[in-house]
């Protein structure tokens, strides 16, 4: 009988309780409309909105320092770009001047070899002259008896010689002449380096 009475107890706690949602329902939603569900609002959270310290003092002053110092550490890696560039300009000189002194030193040993090569020209060219102006004692030194037949023979044979010698200075001269004009040039540059690196004069007090 207990059991029984307590079973309808329940029955109506839960059927009031049903009747009290439904009821709730039904004001909030308006007949013919369906309920939207509103989205879930996200608490906020305090760590998402970032605010920005108020600038102080010391933190202007600490960036003061830090443009101060990037600025030194500039002007410092300037004044080591230009250290490079002068050094590498002085080795480029000094290599240049270099290698135009070992041109010209070899430019004056080619000056020097034709110039004796042209006295050896010149001696033949004495030489050959002298025996066509005794052309007697250079028939008598080839053995020749007939002389009448071979005088003539034996001046166009000197003659020859003559014009080979001729024609050997001519090339010899022009020769002299290109090597004395590339070693004027070569001596003009390797003035003007050996100025540039030469020390500058100590000022007098």
């Known amino acids: 009988m207990r059991k029984c009475a307590f079973n309808m107890t329940l029955i109506t706690t839960i059927v009031a309780f049903a009747f009290t949602c439904a009821t709730a ?13 509103k989205p879930a609002q996200k608490p906020l959270d305090p760590a998402d ?3 920005e310290p108020a600038p102080t003092p010391e933190r202007e002053e600490l960036m003061r320092r830090a443009i101060s110092d990037l600025s030194i550490q500039i002007g410092l890696l300037t004044d080591e ?6 050094d590498t300009d002085r080795n480029a000189g ?3 001047l ?17 110039m004796n090569n042209k006295a050896q020209l010149d001696a033949r060219e004495q030489d050959i002259n002298r025996r066509m102006k005794n052309i007697q004692a250079e028939l008598a030194m080839r053995g020749i008896l007939r002389r009448d037949e071979a005088e003539a023979a034996v001046r ?10 001729h024609n050997q200075q001519i090339v010899s001269q022009q020769r002299v002449a290109d090597l004395n004009e590339q070693a004027v040039r070569v001596r003009a540059r390797v003035e003007t380096l050996q100025k540039k690196f030469e020390p500058a004069p100590k ?3």
């Open 25 to 37: 329902q039904t004001s909030q939603d308006p007949p013919g409309r369906p309920r939207q569900a």
């Open 49 to 51: 909105k970032t605010v």
């Open 81 to 86: 770009m230009k250290k490079l560039r002068r």
């Open 94 to 96: 000094m290599l240049e």
């Open 98 to 114: 270099l290698l135009n002194e070992d041109r010209l030193s070899k430019l004056e040993d080619k000056i020097q070899k034709e």
């Open 156 to 165: 166009a044979d000197l003659q020859r010689g003559l014009e080979d010698v």
């Open 203 to 205: 000022e007098e007090k």
